[in-house]
């Protein structure tokens, strides 16, 4: 395939998988393809046990413009339904997730970011949640996750207008965690996922459903804990000074 073809590009770089939305003709809209093809990629990453982080970005300067249009005249409601199932996807992947994002944010793009676990933005950035444009009505998972992320007042806002925030509005309402100047971004999210990469997969992945709510696995990590190794080696790196080796792993998905 050309790489000027709409597609989702990927690399694994010291643990940390990166995936970047390309269709550069389209300001990185998300095609239907596209939206296919992102969750057989994610169980793909989500089992290779050499993979401890995973960034979401867009190539050039935008992250996601959204999803083509184009796709919506032929079938607006498959349309909505495999972006939702790529979202679903993407907030479902077992180990943390960061979106790195330049220049626009909207629509389907949105979905993307505010699906990861943490958004990191560029100065310039903008976000927008965009279906009262197009008379589409917003899934009612996404709606929930925009919620609990910004709020029921800003995410009104942005649902009811349509109207683009720009990287400091978004960072006060909470649909971002870092702002970072212009030509910053990459070295910033380099650093910070190699953090992530160096900590325990356990912490994390409990952490991650206990965040997302899920309230009906604590004996099990519980029981994950207690067999993994990684509260001893911890303590020991701790007192011995020196950096631990976590060897837990988050299991393989059927």
């Not at 790489?3 to 550069?24: F, G, I, K, N, R």
């Amino acid at each position: 395939m050309e790489l000027s073809e709409p597609q989702l590009l990927h690399t694994v770089t010291d643990s940390v998988a990166t995936v970047v939305v390309h269709h550069p003709a389209k300001r990185n809209a998300m095609t239907a393809a596209m939206w296919r093809a992102l969750p057989p990629l994610l169980d793909t990453l989500a089992a290779d046990p050499g993979v401890r982080a995973l960034v979401v970005t867009g190539a050039g300067g935008t992250f996601c413009a959204g999803a083509d249009i184009s796709t919506l005249r032929r079938s607006p409601e498959e349309a909505q339904s495999l972006a939702v199932h790529a979202e679903e996807a993407l907030a479902a992947f077992p180990k943390p997730t960061v979106a790195a994002i330049r220049g626009h944010c909207v629509g389907g793009g949105s979905q993307l970011a505010a699906a990861c676990d943490l958004r990191f933005a560029e100065e310039g950035s903008l976000f927008g949640v965009t279906p009262a444009k197009l008379g589409i009505v917003y899934p009612a998972s996404s709606t929930r996750r925009l919620v609990s992320l910004v709020g029921p007042a800003a995410a009104k806002y942005l649902l009811f207008s349509g109207e683009l925030i720009d990287a400091e509005r978004a960072l006060r309402t909470g649909l971002i965690d870092e702002v970072l100047p212009e030509g910053e971004l990459a070295k910033r999210v380099a650093e910070f996922t190699r953090t992530l990469a160096s900590r325990s997969q356990l912490t994390q992945a409990a952490a991650k459903e206990f965040a997302n709510g899920r309230t009906d696995r604590d004996a099990y990590w519980t029981g994950q804990a207690r067999g993994s190794g990684d509260t001893a080696e911890g303590v020991a790196a701790f007192l011995e000074r020196r950096q631990p080796r976590f060897t837990w792993s988050v299991p393989g998905r059927g």
